[in-house]
C-alpha cells in the first residue's frame, strides 16, 4: 500500500524557517518524481514544488523561488522542504504528493500525504 | 489567483447528475490534459479523473470527465451523498516558463 507521511509542521514566527519531510514507502521511492502542495486554511489548492526521481531537476512555483528548497534522499525514502523567510501568506497544510505518468511535472499526482500544517504568527 | 475558473458550488438531489465546470485558456487546457481531484472535507485531495476522462482504479464509473477547447467537465451521475466534497481541477499551463495550476475548486453539495 502506498503510504506518505508529512511532518514537520508547527509554530514559525515571519521570517524564520521550517523543514518538512515526507516518508514513503510501498512503492519504488527512487523512480518517482514528488512534488509538494499547499493548501491555505478555508483556501483552494496551490502548486509549489517538485523533484524528479533522481533529484537531478527541481521546480518552484514563483511564490517561494528563492525562500524554499526541495530535496530528497532516496536511500532513506524521504521527501523535504526546506522553507526559509516564512511570511504569514505561507501559513497552509502542505501536501506531498506523487507524480504518475512518464512527463516531468505535467502528469499530475496519484497519491498524496494527509498534510502537516504550517503556522506563521508572532 | 488561479487562472482555471470553475464555479464556488453546485447541488443535487440523491440520484441525480451534478456537472462541474473549468474554464482555462490555450495555455492550459487547451494544449495538455486535465485532472480532477477530489477533496472530501478534512482529508488529503484524491485523484479522482486523469488525462481528461481516464478514471483511477477503484474509483467509480459515476464519475466521468471531458474536455472540449479551452474547458473541461465533470460530471457526477446517481449522486450519493458520499460524494459531497471540493472538486479541483488540474493542468499544466505552458505560460511563463510553465507551471502547474488548480482550479478554483467547486463545493458539491448533496441536498
Known amino acids: 500500500e502506498v503510504q506518505l507521511v508529512e511532518s514537520g509542521g508547527g509554530l514559525v514566527q515571519p521570517g524564520g524557517s521550517l523543514r518538512l519531510s515526507c516518508a514513503a514507502s510501498?512503492?519504488?521511492?527512487?523512480?518517482?518524481?514528488m512534488h509538494w502542495v499547499r493548501q491555505a486554511p478555508g483556501k483552494g489548492l496551490e502548486y509549489v514544488s517538485a523533484?524528479?526521481?533522481?533529484?537531478?531537476?527541481?521546480y518552484y512555483a514563483n511564490s517561494v523561488k528563492g525562500r524554499f528548497t526541495i530535496s530528497r534522499d532516496n536511500s532513506k525514502n524521504t521527501l523535504y522542504l526546506q522553507m526559509g523567510s516564512l511570511r504569514a501568506e505561507d501559513m497552509a497544510v502542505y501536501y506531498c504528493?506523487?507524480?504518475?505518468?512518464?512527463?516531468?511535472?505535467?502528469?499530475?499526482?496519484?497519491?498524496w500525504g494527509q498534510g502537516t500544517l504550517v503556522t506563521v504568527s508572532s | 489567483q488561479s487562472v482555471l475558473t470553475q464555479p464556488p458550488s453546485a447541488s443535487g438531489t440523491p440520484g441525480q447528475r451534478v456537472t462541474i465546470s473549468c474554464s482555462g485558456s490555450?495555455?492550459?487546457?487547451?494544449?495538455?490534459?486535465v485532472n480532477w481531484y477530489q477533496q472530501l472535507p478534512g482529508t488529503a485531495p484524491k485523484l479522482l479523473i486523469y488525462?481528461?476522462?481516464q478514471r483511477p482504479s477503484g474509483v467509480p464509473d459515476r464519475f466521468s470527465g471531458s474536455k472540449s477547447g479551452t474547458s473541461a467537465s465533470l460530471a457526477i451521475s446517481g449522486l450519493q451523498s458520499e460524494d459531497e466534497a471540493d472538486y479541483y481541477c488540474?493542468?499544466?499551463?505552458?505560460?511563463?516558463?510553465?507551471?502547474?495550476?488548480f482550479g478554483t475548486g467547486t463545493k458539491v453539495t448533496v441536498l
Open positions: 504528493a506523487r507524480e504518475f505518468g512518464q512527463q516531468w511535472l505535467v502528469s499530475g499526482f496519484d497519491y
Open positions: 510501498g512503492f519504488t521511492f527512487s523512480s518517482y518524481a
Open positions: 523533484i524528479s526521481s533522481n533529484g537531478g531537476s527541481t
Open positions: 490555450s495555455s492550459n487546457i487547451g494544449s495538455n490534459t
Open positions: 488525462s481528461n476522462n
Open positions: 488540474a493542468a499544466w499551463d505552458d505560460s511563463l516558463n510553465g507551471r502547474n495550476v
